[in-house]
Every structure is written in C-alpha cells, then in structure tokens.
Nanobody, 121 residues
Framework: QVRLVESGGGLVQAGGSLRLSCTAS????????MGWFRQAPGKDREFVAA????????NYADSVKGRFTITRDNAKNTVYLQMNDLNAEDTAEYYC??????????????WGQGTQVTVSS
C-alpha cells in the first residue's frame, strides 16, 4: 500500500508561482514514474505532468508546457511540481500518483487528499 501526501498549494495571484510537493511511503518510490493530476470543480480529473523513475523523461499536458516543471528526488521519496505564470484556469485540486510510464494511463495508487491551488485574477 502506497500513501501519497501532497502539499504546497495555496492562493496566488495570476502570474505568480507555487511549488507543490508529493511525498510517498510504502512501495519503492524509485521504481515507478510519478505524475501530477488536477481536478477543477465540476470537471474530470486531468493529467498535468509526469516524470520517469530515473528523471530522464518527462511528459506535460499542452496547457502547462513551458510553465510547469516536474522533478523528483528519489532519496526523499518526493516529486515536485514547479508552477510558474499561473492563471485562473490552473485553479484546481492537485494530486500525485504512481504509474508504470510517463503516459500515466494506469495510475497504480489511490488518490491522496490533494492540495488546493487557487489563482486569483
């Protein structure tokens, strides 16, 4: 059983930045790709970004390319999401998950409590 704890969300003005963190316990962290997802009110959960187990490959949703950067620290069992130039459309609850590949088509973990990001315009 893997437990994921997201943190780092908050209220930020449009154009601002936030850095999200997700710490995992349980299954060997470094064996899997890690992804970030988000869910806005009334919408389905959507893929945001993913990183391979060895940090060599990354994958981003078109909506965040050039603004968000995903990194990981396997020694700390933690994945990060640096979010720059935020806009109102980025407002959502953000979640992390483990997957076998950076396409993140089969998330292996249960969703954590998430961390709320609210961007004011």
């Amino acid at each position: 059983q893997v437990r994921l704890v997201e943190s780092g969300g908050g209220l930020v003005q449009a154009g601002g930045s936030l850095r999200l963190s997700c710490t995992a316990s349980g299954r060997t962290f470094s064996d899997y790709a890690m992804g970030w997802f988000r869910q806005a009110p009334g919408k389905d959960r959507e893929f945001v970004a993913a990183i391979s187990w060895n940090e060599v490959m990354t994958n981003y949703a078109d909506s965040v390319k050039g603004r968000f950067t995903i990194t990981r620290d396997n020694a700390k069992n933690t994945v990060y999401l640096q979010m720059n130039d935020l806009n109102a459309e980025d407002t959502a609850e953000y979640y992390c998950g483990q997957d076998r590949t950076i396409e993140c088509t089969e998330v292996l973990t249960s969703w954590g409590q998430g961390t709320q990001v609210t961007v004011s315009s």
